[in-house]
């Protein structure tokens, strides 16, 4: 009997907890070509934002499932968004994932996402829009990397006080940001932990738990000495500490005269005796109490709150973005309650193409490192080739090399054949297309 009536808690509680059903608001993944430019909407709150393109970049695993949205013009704004169906976050988990690859080597720019109430207007979006949630890497010059968690509550935004550092490489990485309904978060970055914890925790929105006992004091004779002087400790009857005596060999002059020259004093000599300036010796104190901590107590401003970070009607993702230096490319888009299956997604997605990238890349970098070299190396020589003409050897040869505008290399050879008035023509010819 006892276990029936059990029964109906046990089935609202899985239908609140963990088995909830796995929603999927958004999942963008641009694998229908143009298909993105009928989802997402340019903002013309400004009318020279810089535009996105669709790209998989200079080195990817699969080119058309690793397009993305580029960033394509440096030193300017972005504001793009997409709409999907308002939902709620209230008693579900939300994951907010997606992946950017800063292939340009970003020196100054965004590369976070946010998500907005369905009351916005996505033509008029801009840097001040109201939103809900900021989330990913932020990038400004030496050392400035973090990634951004900025939540509103109450009319205010909130940003995360625990720092998380954001990769600054040039591969492609995975940004997740869990928020469940019992107010715990997650960061991860590569499908890997970066920072977890309570919301109330890491974020100011709530006054702190408790405070400093404000009528607490030190007790006035608290002993917080770690060592002292030993009080035992007595100066030697013998010890000398006069650096300097009497000289006991000098005696006073025969002719001194008290009356006029005042009393007589010998000079000094150094002490050889002489032990320094006695101190009693250093001990541990034994009356020593431990550094006073001040007691805390409940702070009375401090008011639970178990709806922070409740959203309602999410229904706009955007990006709202300055970059310095553009080329960065955002992707696989994806807003759901089940965090196993975002990570899935991440393997699939993120996780496939990460190791080809990033080999393809080094051996692409090592390759333009041994061409710089080589190239480097064959000036040298040319270099070396032009000090022996000045002093007049191997004359014949190296004329017309050390005559050689190097801008105009590949119309040189052309021209080594022909006649100098031919080489007059030619270049005419080719201001002429330079003009066109
Ligand atoms: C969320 O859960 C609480 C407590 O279980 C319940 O009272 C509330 O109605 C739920 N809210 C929504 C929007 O589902
Ligand atoms: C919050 O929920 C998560 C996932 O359901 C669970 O792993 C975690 O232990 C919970 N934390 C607290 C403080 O309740
Ligand atoms: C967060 O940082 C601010 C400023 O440094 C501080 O005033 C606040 O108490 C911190 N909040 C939490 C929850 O640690
Ligand atoms: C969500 O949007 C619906 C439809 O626009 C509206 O009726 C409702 O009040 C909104 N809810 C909240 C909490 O803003
Ligand atoms: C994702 O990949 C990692 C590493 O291969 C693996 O440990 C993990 O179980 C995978 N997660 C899911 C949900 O497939």
């Known amino acids: 009997m006892k276990g029936l009536g059990l029964l109906p808690l046990l089935v609202v509680t899985c239908a609140l907890g963990a088995w909830a059903p796995r929603r999927v608001y958004l999942r963008e993944e641009f694998e229908d070509g143009d298909g993105w430019k009928r989802r997402w909407v340019e903002s013309k709150h400004q009318p020279d934002y810089g535009k996105f393109q669709l790209s998989a ?5 699969n080119e058309e499932k690793d397009k993305g949205l580029q960033t394509s013009e440096d030193a300017k704004f972005y504001a793009l968004s997409t709409r999907f169906k308002p939902f709620s976050n209230v008693n579900e988990t939300l994951v907010v994932q997606f992946s950017v690859k800063h292939e340009q080597g970003i020196d100054c720019g965004g590369g976070y996402v946010k998500l907005f109430p369905d009351t916005l207007n996505q033509e ?4 001040d829009s109201a939103y809900y949630i900021m989330f990913g890497p932020d990038i400004c010059g030496f050392g400035n990397n973090k990634v951004q968690v900025i ?3 109450q009319g205010k935004y909130h940003e995360n006080n625990k720092t998380i550092k954001c990769r600054i490489n040039k591969d492609t990485h995975l940004y997740t940001l869990i928020i469940r309904p019992n107010a715990t ?4 970055i590569d499908n890997m932990q970066m920072a977890a914890g309570n919301l109330e925790d890491d ?5 702190p738990r408790k405070i400093k006992d404000p009528y607490a004091r030190k007790p006035r004779k608290w002993d917080e000495r770690l060592q002292i002087e030993d009080p035992e400790d007595k100066k030697p009857e013998d010890w000398e500490d006069f650096e300097y005596i009497p000289d ?3 005696k006073k002059p025969e002719d001194w005269n008290e009356a006029i020259d005042g009393e007589w004093e010998g000079p000094l000599i150094l002490n050889t005796k002489y032990k320094g300036q006695w101190k009693p010796r250093i001990i541990d104190n034994p009356n020593y109490q431990g550094e006073w901590i001040h007691p805390e107590i409940d702070n009375p401003k401090y008011k639970p709150d178990p709806t922070i970070c409740h959203y ?9 973005l300055w970059q ?5 490319i955002f992707d696989n888009f994806l807003l759901t309650n089940d965090e196993e299956f975002a990570e899935e997604v991440g393997n699939k997605t993120w996780g496939r193409r990460k190791d080809i990238e990033k080999h393809w890349r080094e051996l692409f970098e090592e390759m333009e490192k041994r061409k710089e070299e080589a190239e480097a190396e064959k000036k040298r020589e040319k270099e070396e080739a032009r000090e022996d003409d000045f002093w007049g050897i191997e004359e014949e040869e190296t004329e017309e090399d050390s005559d050689e505008e190097p801008e105009n290399d590949g119309q040189m050879q052309d021209d080594d054949a022909e006649s100098v008035p031919v080489r007059e023509n030619e270049k005419v010819a080719v201001d002429q297309k330079d003009e066109l």
């Open 57 to 61: 970049g200079k080195f990817y695993e």
């Open 124 to 127: 008029d979006m801009h840097s």
């Open 151 to 153: 939540l509103y509550y």
């Open 185 to 188: 978060y997650e960061v991860k």
């Open 203 to 207: 974020w100011s929105f709530l006054p």
């Open 248 to 250: 006991p060999e000098a």
């Open 312 to 320: 309602y009607n999410i229904s706009v993702l955007g990006l709202d």
């Open 324 to 328: 310095v230096k553009s080329g960065s």
